[in-house]
């Protein structure tokens, strides 16, 4: 048996075995209160066979102003009471994450050790008094006792990614001079306080979610971090959860494709070595072996698993029962994330299934029917997998030689490798189901004809805007660089038109094969369209590898070996190139598909995606699993 199938105590508890749900906001609930929508995504997980669920961020505090559930008061308690009655069936340890976000608001009150803001935009925070300081640790001692009441099993602090406990502790933004800023232990006192209080007011075992590094210069530390774990485990935590990061520094506390996995085990490795309570690990931990890795060498008790349980509530039973070939990945895309922090509902870009839990029922067609899906994009793939699910006969017909559409160019580029990841998983469940797979294979009115489908479901994509720009036909599309259609060497001088996801992307792979690479952008930045954090990385490892922005530039000619461009203010410039790639847009295609299939009476026809009109990942899937739903 893997050891990650082995129990593990927790404080009093005894968990089944060593994976643990992280706690992540949904914006599922309604003002405040848990809804069924937050149930039955929670109760989801828990069917998947995972140890423990800690119930994602509840504020603390009734002042605090968020889009999180909230534990302030008894108002409160029958939501929060509804997710343990419904998780009790499966099995499970749940917990509660208790959290005051301090300065970390979008709106409301903005509070923090000190008056240093979040950034220029954020406005200067309320430095907080003693008296306000006790009366916030009063309100943890409350939702304490609160959970406790509700039948929680354990709880959670969120001490870590600058939030008001992690707040405390730095000492790039706790400027105090009193008895809570100065020394690390003082900085501490107000973690320590209100784990005491905790401790105090119920008997459910305390969970510390603390940073191994805010990873901010002159921010708090590794060493601070043993230090303060230890001051942590003699105020009566029971376990360490150890993370990193803060709202400054994202990429580490919630990793795009382009970081490696497991990047903060030398951080849980160092706390677990110091205190002796379970710790806890997290940062991109889905991959199995790995998982297993941490635990037999001791370097961490307990495996934390967020997006992965989110992209896949299996996991746990899916690896136990050594099915990991059909775990749907977890590509780090963010979006989740990016949605979550926009205060929308959470939605996963390579699971449907996400924020509609409560509603999604995979029924057997009432007649099953012969579905024709022509492209093998995200919208395509899903829309197959459904039907086939639901008990149609599916075929699927991509024009080029391998599946995905875009999804196959996307990962080319190096920081997007992980969605070839989410491709061949799609491609290996369509061949167990038995869908009926043909690469290279262009439909025309001939093939449907031959293939006398009830439904044609249209998922052909878009296909790249190309502008009236003289010259334009120099260019090339940008899809034929990342494919290696066309050579690039050290020393080629690239004018990428277009600074969106797939500029950028195609920048990125031409400088690692050495080309000297221009981005020429009309809008104030690069990038749109790309999850923030992902963006945030890839825009500054663009910098850094040396390829050139021009933004606010706009591309008014194109001759050999010259591309001409006019600045905001009608300047007029010239960029020596010796290849111009072209990537501004997209078209649909879907009209022009149907209109050329000639389509006979009676027969279906659905248009998806980027066929009907260019949308994001998460759109493209959604629209996909609705067809394959519905048809």
Known sequence: MSV???????????????LVMAPMGTCLDNGGFITDDTVAYYRRRAEGGVGAITVEGCLVSSDTVGPE??????????????VVEALRPHDVTVGVQLMHPGRQVVEGPSVAPSPVPLNSASPVPHEL?????????????????YAQQTGYDYLEVHGAHGYLPSNF???????????????????ARFSVEVARAIVAACDLPLVWRLNGTDAEPGGFDLESAVAVARMLEEAGVASISVSSGTWLTLQQTLAPMSVPRGHMRPLVRAVKEAVSVPVMAVGRLDDPELAEDIVASGEADMVLLGRGLIAEPDWPLLVRDGRRDELRPCIACNACVDLVGRGERARCAVNPEVGRELTWEVEPAARPRRVMVVGSGPSGLEAARLARLRGHEVSLWERDAELGGKLEVAGLAPSKREVLRFREHQARRLGALGVEIHTSAPVSAETVAAERPDVVVVATGADPLVPPIPGIELAHDAQRLLRGEIEVGPGTRLVVVGGSATGCETAELMREKGAEVTIVEMRGSIGRGIEAITRRQLVRQLKKDGVDVLTRA???GIEPGVVHWQGADGTAHALDADLVALAIGWRPTGSEVTAGLELGEGIEVRVLGDADSPADFVRAVNAGADAGLTV
Do not use: M, W
Request: proline fraction near 9%; glycine fraction near 8%.
């Open 4 to 18: 990650l199938f082995t129990p593990v105590r927790l404080g009093t508890l005894t968990l089944k075995n060593r």
């Open 69 to 82: 559930p909230r534990i302030s008061g008894p108002e409160y308690l029958p939501g929060l009471c509804r």
């Open 129 to 145: 008094t003693v008296p306000e300081i006790e009366r916030i640790v009063a309100d943890y001692a409350r939702a304490a006792r």
């Open 169 to 187: 502790l730095s000492p790039q933004h706790n400027h105090r001079t009193d008895a809570y800023g100065g020394s690390l232990e003082n900085r």
């Open 554 to 556: 706009t591309v008014v």
